[in-house]
């Protein structure tokens, strides 16, 4: 067990995993737009990249918790590593720039066979990233096991996957906005190697300083291990996996709805991206408070899809309005860079931050359901996260891919949604020692509540949406292209392309930017 004679180990520790999460986005962030470079900007391809980075966490976290238990110095082994990280993180710059060199002739061979390369790149920057993004997976189980004792297990999960997440907001933030417009792509991977060797130096420290250290768990009789044997919860694996999956499929159809309105520059997708993990911190950190601690973890978990379900489809009642608060919001804002992103943040918060708060509870509260089944700190740590990332992998992939081009944004958050209420209500009616009566209510309540929100929701008005607000805020006439009449709107997988005709003119617009017409463009 953790040693418990230094209470100041675990806000250091704390400290500590608040850096590394701002490092590990600062490397995703870089090692992105290395790829790209090779892969292509396509969305496919950064969807394949990012897919890859995420499998390496799964199996990295995976790997860790079926092992945390084994680490008897588990700062050290925490130092170790980022150390690890860092060294790649030094590398990295030529070694992902062998990427393209192995695809190249590959795309020869398959002559033509889309869907056979995408998978091939997957593989390819799976394993050029595979050694960073398997530590950074394995580091989340360690940590959290090492620190979270048996009385404080819910809150300390809950307290150290939000500020882990918070550092991922700040690292996303950072190297989005600030480090690679300033510094570039390999000046930025040196800022987050630095970051990542101060983590283990310090992680070094704390451990010579406090030490925390293992006693071995006394080995139970079969008979006894057998009475205490826990059925495994395969409903709330699946929920936490749906929250996943939830999670990302709302963040690609909100940003679809929202590039229109906020632009669709490096920074407003950074600005989006630092928004949703905000709020998954800030719901890590609710599901922290002392008011959880004697609920049914069932409850608990069914509450926060419930309300996640629930948020998001409220944000489509605000949809049609979105350019007149942008236009408000950004007039407000005038000519100052730093107040058009925090209202680019503004308008991101009001449709995707409740969500990502409802979703990023979700996770330390199931893994906290888990342990007594999981039979273990570690994996329950880890195996539920690894559950939770291939939920993402395969969120991202299928809303992205098939979902987004088939039914559109606006019905994909609802048939999300729809997911997430389906999940509650079974994790309702499925609490073990609850009245059935007040189960039946509580997700009759809850279905209700979603069907009247689903059936009275407007539709998206896509001339309202797809106009190009941001241009004619920027040019300081807002109402310069509102008389448009729509000829064409369809969503695919890159972009939604519109055709408008005005007064003067026909525009053809991808995301809301005009990119040909004939009027001036004609030229």
């Not at 918790?65 to 990280?85: D, K, Q, T």
């Not at 795309?107 to 091939?120: M, Q, R, S």
């Not at 609920?295 to 419930?306: I, N």
Request: with cysteine.
């Amino acid at each position: 067990m953790p040693d418990k004679k230094n209470p100041h180990v675990f806000f250091l520790a704390g400290l500590l995993f608040l850096l590394s999460g701002a490092t590990s986005l600062v490397y995703e962030v870089a090692w992105v737009k290395l790829l790209t470079l090779h892969l292509g900007s396509a969305s496919w391809s950064i969807a394949t990249v990012l897919a890859s980075f995420m499998a390496g966490l799964g199996s990295g976290s995976a790997w860790a918790g079926r092992r945390a238990e084994r680490f008897r110095r588990p700062l050290l082994a925490y130092g170790v590593i980022e150390l690890g990280i860092a060294a790649f993180g030094a590398l990295s710059a030529p070694i992902l720039g062998f990427t393209s060199q192995l695809l190249d002739p590959l795309y020869g061979l398959i002559d033509g066979y889309f869907a056979l390369f995408l998978v091939l790149q997957f593989f390819v920057s799976f394993l050029s990233m595979a050694v960073p993004t398997f530590l950074m997976g394995a580091s989340l189980p360690i940590l959290i096991t090492a620190l979270a004792q048996q009385d404080t297990f819910r809150q300390r999960v809950a307290l150290l996957y939000g500020i882990n997440t918070l550092g991922a907001a700040l690292g996303t933030l950072a190297a989005g906005v600030f480090l690679l417009p300033a510094l570039g792509i390999a000046s930025t991977l040196w800022v987050a190697v630095v970051a990542g060797v101060l983590v283990a130096v310090g992680a070094y420290v704390l451990d010579r300083q406090s030490p925390l250290t293992y006693a071995p768990a006394p080995v139970a009789s079969a008979a006894e291990a057998e009475k205490r044997a826990v059925p495994l919860p395969h409903l709330l694996l699946w929920t936490i996996g749906l929250a996943g999956s939830l999670g990302v499929g709302y963040q690609i159809a909100w940003t679809r709805l929202l590039v229109p309105v906020v632009g669709s520059s490096v920074y407003a997708f950074t600005i989006i991206l630092t928004t949703v993990l905000l709020g998954i911190g800030v719901g890590a950190l609710l599901a922290a408070l002392p008011r959880w601690r004697d609920a049914s973890y069932h409850r608990a978990v069914a509450l926060a899809m419930g309300l996640g379900a629930c948020s998001s489809v409220a944000g489509l009642f605000a949809v049609n309005r979105l350019p007149d608060m942008f236009a408000t919001l950004a007039q407000w804002g005038g000519d100052t860079t730093w107040l058009l992103f925090l209202c680019q943040g503004l308008l991101t918060a009001c449709v995707l931050f409740v969500p990502a708060c409802s979703l990023g509870a979700a996770l330390p509260l199931g893994i906290a359901g888990w342990r007594s089944a999981a039979g273990s700190t570690g994996w329950a740590v880890g195996g539920m996260y690894a559950v939770n990332t291939l939920g993402a992998i395969a969120g991202s992939l299928l809303a992205g891919f098939v979902l987004l081009p088939l039914i559109g944004a606006t019905q994909l958050v609802v048939a999300g949604a729809a997911l997430g209420v389906v999940s509650a209500v079974a994790l309702l009616l499925s609490q073990p020692h609850a009245k059935r009566s007040t189960a039946w209510v509580q997700s009759g309540a809850l279905a209700a509540l979603f069907a009247v929100s689903v059936v009275t929701v407007p539709d998206t008005d896509i001339t309202r949406l797809q106009r190009g607000i941001f241009r004619g805020i920027q040019a300081g006439s807002v109402s310069s292209e509102s008389k448009t009449t729509l000829l064409y709107a369809e969503e695919g997988t890159s972009a939604t392309v519109t055709i408008f005709r005005t007064p003067n003119s026909t525009v053809l617009k991808v995301n809301g930017k005009a990119d040909a017409s004939t009027g001036g463009d004609m030229d």
